[in-house]
T-cell receptor, first 112, second 115 residues
Framework: GESVGLHLPTLSVQEGDNSIINCAYS??????FIWYKQESGKGPQFIID?????DKRQGQRVTVLLNKTVKHLSLQIAATQPGDSAVYFC???????????FGTGTRLKVLA | NAGVTQTPKFQVLKTGQSMTLQCAQD?????MYWYRQDPGMGLRLIYY???????DKGEVPNGYNVSRLNKREFSLRLESAAPSQTSVYFC??????????????FGEGSRLTVL
C-alpha cells in the first residue's frame, strides 16, 4: 500500500519569510503528487501538483519540489502572508486504483 | 454551481444507532470519495467509487458501508455507531486534469459525535 507522512505537525514562520513544508511517501511507484490547503472549518483545496517526470513545478508564490530518490516532496511558499495560515496536506493519487491518499498535515502559523 | 454538498452538517448519535451521510456533486465527475478527519491523523480514506456502479475500500473501511446511488450521489452509512467513529467526515469528487492526474473538490464536512 501507500503511506504518506509529513515531517512536522506545526510550523511557525514570520510574515514575509519563506515557508517550507515537507512530506515523505512510501511507494516508489507513485507518480502523481498533490498539495492541498485546508482553512479552518472548510474542506481542503487544491494548491499545486507535480508528476514524477518533473523535479520542480512553480505556481503563484508556491513551488513544489520532488526528490524521487529519497521519496520526498516539499512545498515552498514565498513571502508568507497571514492568509497562508492553514493546514497543508500532501497527497498521492494512485492512478491504477484511483486511491487518493493524504498525509497527516502540517499546520502553518504565520506570525505578525 | 453548488459543487459538493454534504448533509447533515452536524449530527449527534448514541452508541449503536445507525445513520447515513449524504453527498451529492453537480460537476459531472465520475469518481467520488469519503474521508474522515481526526486531530493529528490527517485525512483517511474510508471508501471510494471510481465510477458509477463501483465501490472500493480505502484505508479505514471497517464499520462503514457505502452506496453509489447514481453518478451524482455517494452515501456513507454507519450501521452501528461507535464512539471511535466520532470525527469530521468529508466527501469529495475528482476532476481529472488528465487521465492519470486529478484534483479533488471537497464538501464542507459533516461533524459526527457518537456518545
Amino acid at each position: 500500500g501507500e503511506s504518506v507522512g509529513l515531517h512536522l505537525p506545526t510550523l511557525s514562520v514570520q510574515e514575509g519569510d519563506n515557508s517550507i513544508i515537507n512530506c515523505a511517501y512510501s511507494n516508489s511507484a507513485s507518480d502523481y503528487f498533490i498539495w492541498y490547503k485546508q482553512e479552518s472549518g472548510k474542506g481542503p483545496q487544491f494548491i499545486i501538483d507535480i508528476r514524477s517526470n518533473m523535479d520542480k513545478r512553480q505556481g503563484q508564490r508556491v513551488t513544489v519540489l520532488l526528490n524521487k530518490t529519497v521519496k520526498h516532496l516539499s512545498l515552498q511558499i514565498a513571502a508568507t502572508q497571514p492568509g497562508d495560515s492553514a493546514v497543508y496536506f500532501c497527497a498521492v493519487f494512485l492512478s491504477g486504483t484511483y486511491k487518493y491518499i493524504f498525509g497527516t498535515g502540517t499546520r502553518l502559523k504565520v506570525l505578525a | 454551481n453548488a459543487g459538493v454538498t454534504q448533509t447533515p452538517k452536524f449530527q449527534v448519535l448514541k452508541t449503536g444507532q445507525s445513520m447515513t451521510l449524504q453527498c451529492a456533486q453537480d460537476m459531472n465527475h465520475n469518481s467520488m470519495y469519503w474521508y474522515r478527519q481526526d486531530p493529528g491523523m490527517g485525512l483517511r480514506l474510508i471508501y471510494y467509487s471510481a465510477s458509477e456502479g463501483t465501490t472500493d475500500k480505502g484505508e479505514v473501511p471497517n464499520g462503514y458501508n457505502v452506496s453509489r446511488l447514481n453518478k451524482r450521489e455517494f452515501s456513507l452509512r454507519l450501521e452501528s455507531a461507535a464512539p471511535s467513529q466520532t470525527s469530521v467526515y468529508f466527501c469529495a469528487s475528482l476532476y481529472h486534469r488528465t487521465v492519470n492526474t486529478g484534483e479533488l473538490f471537497f464538501g464542507e464536512g459533516s461533524r459526527l459525535t457518537v456518545l
